[in-house]
């Protein structure tokens, strides 16, 4: 991982780390949630959902103050949502063509957060 020399920069990357993570982690969760209640649980979700939270929690600073902490929750909880109307329209859309574009939209997504893992 490249870090900025300056302290500006370097708090700039890690912010933009905590948010990323903090949305993946709820694009995993909504995608693993979605499988349990279709029937089709994935070990492999719920691995990636795990590292995710981890490298969330490493680049989380320590003290957080407690309306950074509410806002980081809330990112991961907005992220969690959209990517769950995602997989429901997907799933449940009447209509062929937006399905598929829903179903698209939510594994580019995951791809996404995919390429932030190692392995």
């Given at each position: 991982?490249i870090?900025?020399v300056?302290?500006l920069?370097?708090?700039?990357?890690?912010?933009?780390?905590t948010?990323?993570?903090a949305?993946?982690t709820?694009?995993?969760?909504?995608?693993?949630e979605?499988g349990?209640?279709m029937g089709a649980?994935s070990?492999r979700?719920?691995a990636?959902r795990a590292?995710?939270?981890h490298l969330?929690e490493?680049?989380?600073p320590?003290g957080?103050?407690?309306?950074?902490?509410?806002?980081?929750l809330?990112r991961?909880?907005?992220?969690?949502?959209a990517?769950?109307?995602?997989l429901q329209?997907?799933?449940?859309?009447?209509?062929p063509a937006e399905a598929?574009r829903?179903?698209?939209?939510a594994?580019i997504?995951?791809?996404?957060?995919?390429s932030?893992?190692?392995g």
């Open positions: 991982m870090l900025a300056s302290g920069g370097s708090a700039l990357r890690a912010e933009d780390l948010i990323s993570f949305t993946c709820g694009r995993f969760s909504a995608a693993m979605h349990w209640l649980a070990d979700l719920e990636e590292a995710m939270i969330l490493a680049v989380t320590a957080l103050a407690p309306e950074a902490g509410h806002a980081l809330h991961r909880i907005e992220a969690k949502f990517h769950a109307r995602l329209r997907g799933t449940f859309s009447t209509d598929r829903a179903l698209r939209l594994e997504h995951l791809s996404s957060c995919r932030l893992l190692l």
